[in-house]
């Protein structure tokens, strides 16, 4: 029998050994795969260490590379002739190569766990200090064409003093008794735990950094902004633990905690539970640890610790009491109390029910708030691989305990449907199989074959396994919207955001930015605010207006003055009241000339499209022609595909994509323009205006001023344009805020400026400029009545407006500094069952709140209204969510499950003792 499980772990090293070329590893990698099933080999079987090289042959004939197939050879030659006395050479051989390019104090660790597992299972460590001599060797011979300063020189002399120090240590060590103090099987557990050190981030940590807005959030407060998940079932495990160091070292750091406590705390429950070689199954149950997800994991490690309190002795109140405590830490995993009362299910199926309801009435201050208002959303994992054990586990029936195999079945069949709460059934699927296996009945056969097929699934973890890396596009993401009051967020990994970001629907006024799909930042032009506080003037009126450039055009196409520059061959044109544009065959193109020496300029459309099979494209070029071909093109364009998302290319010997423009309905009106600036010798596409939509775009084209003489349109089959008119006029950028407007010009100019509503008073401006209203000329001091709009007339450069008002019944501002302190502070900050928002203005405040079904209340008194007035001064405005009344309930219900555990054990004396009254009184009544 033990020759056949010899030969069963001798397949399983050969498919490990030949199947890691394949998974494209780097070269160190896979020669310490293939020296450390070596290392296996001559430690459990060396006889059957011949196998090896075989293993490589498939790889090695496919790729035509025979260098691994030569290590096999001789690792498998140094298994076979010298038996154990090889194992710690190529051990220490796989760990130099291994952890060369770790940090020194990760190859410190590693080299210090290495020799306390030789000297544990009592190895021949001469091994280690030849591994030091072969690499000082090697650097001796490399040492006169590479260098003393060399990095490779430094890498060998570094693993020789590792592996020679270490290993005269190890031989000085070994043979002694360890301290009494000192157990051996805890350091069992560290090799596997020390790894986790040097994986990286998993992608489901991707957001415990300080810059996340999530993580630093309050995890008391049920309403995190916007709709986040809340953390309140975190507070006693993940949270504290997530939080101890800082991204990355703190996730590092969480992960070996957790994998090392995992293989403890089920030593002691094997133990505990009388199994043989209780260490042996401790140490497959870490190595089955869920690192990659960070709630699963904290809920597998305290696991095996909640089922060996509830068989412990303690008296009845600490018994259940430590449960409590244990179950409140590992429900970080929500799903957890299900998970204990299932394996408590084999371990204390007597006291069953009442540990379910310590758990239950212990973590009742999150279970019932979100079993009312919601819970969060579990990740989904894949073990469809676990199928794999559960021909095996069904033969247990016939040899192990009915109980223990019957969950193992029903746990690993339910984890591989893939069905609600299915998360739940993993830590106890593989403790129940590993306590089924244990059984004094089971062969050791079933027992291997069983342990080897469950190691198989963190093999395929690692071989899946990818860390995150921060992509550089989210960093410039954040640097965009950093102290945003709320952003739409569209792209990848949401929970990055250093602001709150919109989950659940909001007006698009509360929203300030939206983050594209593309990973672009468009700023809302609609944008008010969750809370919009705007002062109160009473005889002064700042009036909201718009600024339009007054250019006329240069280039104006129509129906009455149409023709063409350019065009293909398979292009149809009908004029009419408008112009009526199609493709009869494949991709066709028209285009106009730009009018000469013109470099600021804006190119507007109006008019219709209608899509049938692609997208039609806009573009702009230079070297076009009417032999130029629109399927292979040959010249250089700028190109815009008239669709939703409108992406943005530039063609020239090869396409380059440079973002996102604004949406353009596939079909129905088409009504846009495009402005271009010279700008420090290329032309910057400045703007976009959709629908009457402004949208300040200010993207380099990378195309050198002037560059660009044509424009057009290229066309696929059966694609319509309905033109109304193409203008192309001068342009200038308007740069505004509250108090002054400025532009400049290299000619002469106008601007107009239209108020929100029409004003009458006595108009006021400076500088001197020429204002026109209503075609007349106007200067200061004119009375006007009835302005609708007002054109500012200027001569070419740069000019700075500073005031445009008029003056009434009250003083009309437009433009200009107001003469009395409109300034206002605002601070947020998170509470426990909410938002404080602390305004402080020297005006009275007109406050409009965007409606989020919240209780709102100002300075401490509630309201009803979503708009109210705050005097001047400082006022606070809290924003608090109604479901922190159910988490205080549940906060009372687990105070009283704590109050009744501690007095239970009172408590059961108590009712011992009227009962047995009850019975002494009783026979005497009898007597």
């Not at 072969?134 to 003093?161: N, R």
């Not at 090392?260 to 133990?271: E, I, N, P």
């Amino acid at each position: 029998m033990e020759r056949i499980i010899s030969y069963f772990i001798a397949v399983l090293l050969d498919v490990i050994a030949g199947s890691s070329p394949f998974l494209h590893l780097p070269l160190y990698d896979d020669l310490g795969v293939i020296l450390l099933v070596a290392a296996v080999f001559s430690y459990v079987a060396s006889d059957l260490s011949v196998t090896l090289p075989i293993s490589l042959l498939p790889f090695s004939l496919i790729a035509h590379s025979y260098s691994l197939l030569l290590i096999a050879t001789v690792s498998s030659a140094l298994s076979f002739y010298l038996k154990d006395k090889a194992t710690s050479f190529l051990t220490t051989l796989t760990t130099s190569l291994v952890v060369f390019s770790l940090r020194p104090e990760l190859q410190v660790l590693s080299f210090l766990l290495l020799i306390g597992i030789l000297v544990y299972l009592g190895l021949d460590l001469r091994g280690t200090i030849a591994n030091g001599i072969l690499f000082m060797v090697i650097a001796s011979i490399l040492l006169p064409s590479q260098g003393i300063q060399s990095s490779i020189i430094y890498i060998l002399s570094d693993i020789t003093f590792y592996s020679i120090f270490f290993g005269v240590i190890g031989l000085a060590i070994q043979g002694r008794n360890l301290p009494k103090a000192l157990k051996r099987t805890p350091l069992l557990f560290l090799p596997y735990a020390t790894i986790m050190l040097t994986i990286g981030v998993p992608s489901q940590y991707y957001w415990w950094t300080e810059s996340s807005f999530l993580f630093k959030s309050n995890p008391l407060s049920l309403w995190v902004q916007y709709g986040y998940f809340p953390q309140l079932n975190q507070i006693f495990g993940t949270w504290p633990l997530s939080h101890f160091l800082p991204y990355p070292t703190g996730v590092s750091f969480y992960m070996f905690l957790l994998t090392y406590l995992s293989g403890l705390f089920s030593y002691l429950m094997f133990k505990r539970l009388g199994v043989k070689r209780a260490a042996l199954f401790a140490l497959a149950y870490q190595l089955l640890s869920p690192f990659y997800d960070p709630y699963l994991l904290v809920g597998y490690a305290i696991l095996p610790l909640t089922a060996y309190l509830m068989t412990t002795a303690m008296k009845v109140p600490i018994k259940y009491t430590t449960v409590a405590l244990s179950s409140m830490i590992g429900s970080s995993f929500p799903l957890f109390i299900i998970s204990a009362i299932l394996l408590g299910y084999l371990t204390s199926k007597r006291n069953l029910l009442w540990f379910g309801l310590v758990m239950v009435g212990s973590n009742a201050f999150w279970i019932v708030p979100y079993l009312l208002l919601g819970s969060p959303h579990l990740s989904s994992t894949n073990f469809l691989s676990m199928v794999l054990i559960l021909p095996i586990v069904s033969i247990l029936m016939k040899f192990g305990e009915r109980d223990k195999v019957l969950l193992s079945l029903i746990s690993l069949v339910y984890l591989v449907s893939g069905l609600p709460l299915s998360q739940a059934f993993y830590p106890v699927a593989i403790a129940s199989t590993l306590l089924a296996i244990s059984g004094s009945g089971i062969k050791k056969l079933i027992s291997g074959v069983t342990i080897a097929f469950l190691l198989l699934l963190p093999l395929f973890q690692f071989a899946t396994y990818h860390p995150f890396s921060l992509p550089s596009s989210v960093q410039a993401i954040n640097k965009e919207i950093d102290n945003a009051t709320l952003v739409s967020w569209n792209y990848s990994y949401p929970y990055l955001s250093p602001v709150p970001i919109n989950l659940t629907p909001l007006s698009s006024k509360a929203i300030q930015y939206y983050v594209t799909s593309s990973g672009g930042v468009e700023e809302n032009p609609d944008y008010v605010g969750l809370v919009s506080a705007k002062p109160i003037l009473y005889n002064l009126t700042k009036v909201n207006y718009t600024l339009l450039p007054n250019t006329p055009p240069i280039l104006t196409i129509n129906s009455s003055s149409f023709y063409l520059n350019y065009s293909s061959a398979g292009i149809s044109y009908t004029v009419d009241n408008n112009v009526e544009i199609k493709s009869l065959i494949g991709y066709q193109f028209i285009g106009w000339s730009l009018p000469k020496n013109v470099s600021n300029f804006t190119i507007s459309f109006k008019g219709s499209l209608l899509t049938k099979v692609a997208n039609s494209i806009f573009f702009l070029a230079k070297g076009l022609h009417n032999e130029s071909l629109s399927t292979s093109i040959n010249f250089t364009a700028l190109e815009f595909y008239l669709k939703r998302s409108g992406p943005l290319f530039i063609y020239d010997n090869g396409f380059k994509f440079l973002g996102n423009l604004g949406s353009i309905p596939e079909n129905g009106s088409l009504n846009f323009s495009l402005s271009f600036l010279d700008k420090d010798n290329y032309t910057f596409l400045y703007m976009e205006e959709i629908n009457g939509r402004e949208i300040i775009l200010n993207k380099n084209t990378t195309l050198a001023s002037g560059e660009l003489n044509s424009f057009g349109f290229i066309m696929p089959l059966r694609d319509e344009i309905n033109l109304s008119s193409i203008e192309v006029s001068y342009f200038f950028p308007i740069n505004f805020t509250d108090n002054w407007v400025s532009w400049y010009s290299p000619y002469p100019s106008s601007i107009k400026v239209i108020p929100s509503y029409p004003l009458s008073g006595t108009i006021y401006f400076f500088p001197a400029v020429k204002v026109e209203v209503n075609g007349q000329i106007v200067g200061n001091g004119s009375f006007l009545k009835d302005v609708k709009d007002i054109t500012i007339n200027s001569s070419s450069g740069f000019h700075n407006l500073t005031l445009l008002k008029l003056v009434y019944t009250k003083t009309y501002y437009l433009v200009g500094k107001l003469p009395v302190n409109t300034s206002t502070f605002v601070r947020f900050e998170s509470i426990f069952n909410g938002e404080d928002i602390t305004i402080e203005s020297h005006l009275p405040l007109n406050v409009t709140i965007e409606p989020l079904g919240l209780n709102v209340k100002v300075n401490g008194q509630f309201t009803n209204s979503t708009n109210f007035v705050l005097p001047p001064g400082r006022n606070v405005i809290s924003l608090l969510y109604p479901g922190a009344s159910l988490e205080i309930f549940g906060l009372y219900i687990s105070l009283m499950s704590f109050i009744f555990t501690v007095l239970s054990g009172f408590i059961k004396d108590g009712l011992r003792y009227i009962l047995k009254s009850i019975d002494s009184f009783y026979k005497r009544f009898e007597q």
